[in-house]
């Protein structure tokens, strides 16, 4: 996939990612590279696991992170906005990924019994990087202080 695809670093974008797969009588193989499938390089991979099915993750938008989700096993709802337009995901196919651009808002729920939820970060962890009420993340998007 020509890196020119993946440059996004333009605010409010969130987009599928397809990966390559390798399949054989063995089974299948994804693989992901940092810079070429997903357009940042990778520094952080974490992991979501025992949701319990009723279970809602998120709720926070991130001033510059980015990330890469995927459902690795089982089914998950991802609802995205963006400050002006709402959109829901499922992802349950461990060889699509939702790109999720800085300055997003997204919320995870029904997560699926033993669902894996894998993501690929373009930073290490930092709480001050999160967003976490609603009303401050419009404002920001909206251009409000
Ligand atoms: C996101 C969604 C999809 C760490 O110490 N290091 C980490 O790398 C992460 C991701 C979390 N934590 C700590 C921070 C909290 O004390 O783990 C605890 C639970 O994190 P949080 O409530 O933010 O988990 P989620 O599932 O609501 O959100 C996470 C990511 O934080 C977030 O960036 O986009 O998954």
Redesign the pocket.
């Known amino acids: 996939m020509p890196m020119s695809e993946l440059e996004t670093n333009d605010q409010g974008h969130v987009r599928l990612i397809d990966l390559p797969v390798v399949s054989d009588p063995r089974g299948d193989l994804t693989f992901v590279e940092g810079g070429r499938h997903v357009p940042f390089a990778i520094q ?1 991979v ?1 992991y ?1 696991y025992n949701v319990p099915v009723d279970a809602e ?4 938008a ?1 001033l510059e ?1 980015e ?1 890469v ?1 995927f459902a690795l096993s089982g089914s998950f709802r ?1 609802k995205i906005d963006d400050g002006h337009q709402q959109s829901e995901y499922w992802l349950r196919d461990p060889r699509k990924g939702l790109y ?1 651009n800085r300055m997003i808002w ?1 919320e ?1 729920d029904s997560f699926s019994q033993g669902a894996v ?1 894998m ?1 690929l ?1 373009s930073k ?2 930092d ?1 001050a990087d ?1 967003i976490r009420d609603h009303g401050k993340f419009t404002n920001l998007v909206r251009g409000i202080s």
């Not at 993750?57 to 926070?60: E, I, K, P």
């Open positions: 952080r974490y979501l993750r998120g709720g926070h991130h992170l990330q989700v991802l999720i997204r995870m939820c993501v970060a290490p962890y709480e999160y």
